[in-house]
């Protein structure tokens, strides 16, 4: 079997055993990721020659070229069987090794991803910012499209999408959908967001906000009529606000508060957390959405309060992190280490702990 022929069979191997990545490293068996956990292949180890002849079976000459020149690669394939899979390739110890993340076939609904139902009333805003944050792997980009989905289901738009790269192919329904690949059809976000305005978009997303001329634009752009759906990596609604902020020079913070006071609609975190059963991973979603009160905060640079509005805005559909995983372990979904773990404040899950336990010493 050919080296390619043997890199799509591993990839097809791990969709079929439910896999959410693939990692191929010199010195190691091939090895997946499943429901969080990475777990060996019963195999032989990879030889520093066949992690390379792997890895670089499936790329074309000029990305190879593109390799060796930022010794960082990222692109998507699409497999007959597996369907679309991200392919990253990065070095160590001038070795190529690969990950390949095994995109969804198709997009779910949102009773299927558990998302809660503000994350679509924030899809149907007629414009302003919608930000969608986490750590890696914990489903930013399946809800960014699935939002994307619910909108070309709902309206008649055009979508510009910027991504690096792509991996979920929308198909017009009532919108036009237009997606752009970072180093294909484009050479940067930057770059890309600057024509995507000339383009006549009425949504525009972007797969990550990383630079701040990437974030300036897309603020903007929201600030003249666009919805603009964006990701970052950030683990809270605060730290995201923060982090945006903080990217521009003091010399501009003021007109940037007051331009992302103006403009955000929303800000939903996400996590992805084993499941107690161990069938998959359940997702937990702490959701902030804009009104008066949050703009202010925002506008006075008072990111540190947002958690106190979100926790008075239930009826508005917003969310602490905290009070979606008290729930989640409440309805014995997830376990209480994994609870824990993540709150921000443990004191709200000890008494129900401490009441179980000593419930379950009496019987």
Known sequence: MTCVGELKRLIRWARSQGASDLHLVAGLPPAMR?????AML??????????????????????????????????????EEAGRVRITVSYQAGIPELSARLCGIS?????????????????RRPNGLVLITGANGAGKTTTLNYMVDLINRERRCKIVMIEDPVEYVHRPIKSIVVQQAVHTDTLS?????????????DVIVIGEMRELETIATAITAAETGHLVLATLHTPNVMQAVERITGVFPPTQSRQVLLQLANSLQGIIAQDLIPR?????????????????????????????????VIVTGRKQGMCTMDSALVELYQRAIISYDSAVTRLRD???????HAASASGGATG
């Open 276 to 308: 107690i059963d161990r069938k998959g991973r359940v997702l937990a979603t702490e959701v902030l959405v804009a009104n008066t009160a949050v703009r202010n905060m925002i506008r006075e640079d008072h990111a540190h309060k947002l958690e106190n």
């Open 107 to 123: 997009i779910p609904d949102a009773d299927a991803l558990g998302l809660p139902p503000v994350v679509a009333e924030l899809a």
């Open 189 to 201: 976000f930057p770059r890309a967001l600057v024509h995507v305005l000339r383009q006549n978009p």
């Open 34 to 38: 499943i429901n969080g956990d990475i």
């Open 346 to 352: 443990s004191t709200q899950i000890h008494g129900d």
């Open 42 to 79: 019963k195999a032989d180890a990879l030889t520093r020659e066949q992690c390379r002849e792997l890895t670089l079976s499936l790329l074309e000459p000029r990305q190879i070229a593109q390799l060796e020149q930022n010794l960082e690669l990222c692109i998507a394939i699409f497999d």
